[in-house]
């Protein structure tokens, strides 16, 4: 089975940048997307990646986060500028289509 891993999270300042990284264990040809669960609340999609690179982010995000995929489309990165203390969370690397989830990463914004 193949399994996720994600790594990159942490304690940031408000207005700081994190970078979150997810490599899989074997090459992966599908949609691969980014969700959060913020204390307290449901898990939510951040955004995806396809196959083919393409970008889709959920609501205004895109305004401070991007998401890309490295040409062996076995590894997904999530850029994060200007963060919140709204976007902390445990962040998840999925692939919905296989339905499998990495263990996540704690993302903590705070001064």
């Known amino acids: 089975q193949v399994h996720l891993v994600e790594s990159g999270g942490g304690l940031v300042q408000p207005g700081g940048s994190l970078r979150l990284s997810c490599v899989a264990s074997e090459r992966i040809d599908h949609t691969m997307s980014w969700y959060r669960q913020p204390p307290g609340k449901q898990r939510e999609e951040v955004a995806r990646i396809t196959r083919a690179g393409t970008p889709l982010y959920t609501g205004s995000l895109q305004d401070r986060f991007t998401i890309s995929r490295d040409a062996d489309r076995d590894t997904i990165f999530l850029q994060m500028n200007n963060l919140k203390p709204e976007d902390t969370a445990v962040y998840y690397c999925?692939?919905?289509?296989?339905?499998?989830w990495g263990q996540g990463t704690q993302v903590t914004v705070s001064s």
């Open positions: 999925v692939v919905r289509a296989l339905d499998i």
